[in-house]
């Protein structure tokens, strides 16, 4: 006899929800992180810029540059060594379709909004949560594109 397992979650289905709705959209600590060595490295920039297209978390419409700050397990991050994720990302195991669909959604979103930005003449830099343990990696990125 087989024996199916079901993977259940822990947490009632309105403790899930209270959880989910707790999550921030802006003002997360990796984009504190990010305006910190900006900000150190004294560059000038402008947050929750909702007129241009995908709403760069940090940008600077005069350089002509935008910043988004991808967090590793919302963007579907490919091989992360901190959600562990694989090919395509780390995916929850309840109700695993919709979770890939919406991984595949935002991604696809995010390089819609990227292409736009890059159209319009900005340079665009992709921040991943995960990137943000290795400061000098991410000081090196934004000196060489000169962000000034």
Known sequence: MMCA??????VSKETRSRIM?????????PEKVVR??????????????????GSPDIA?????WAIFVNGCFWHGHRNCEKTKGGRYGRVPVAHRQFWR???AANRMRDAKKCRELRAMGFKVILVWECQLTHHITVNERFR???LR
């Open 36 to 53: 910190t060595i900006l900000t150190r490295m004294g560059i000038r920039y402008r947050v929750a810029n909702r007129d241009l297209p």
């Open 144 to 146: 060489v594109l000169k």
């Open 21 to 29: 709705r707790s999550v921030k959209q802006r003002d997360t600590k």
């Open 5 to 10: 397992v079901l993977s259940r979650d822990f």
């Open 101 to 103: 669909e919406k991984f």
């Open 60 to 64: 600077n419409r005069r350089g002509k």
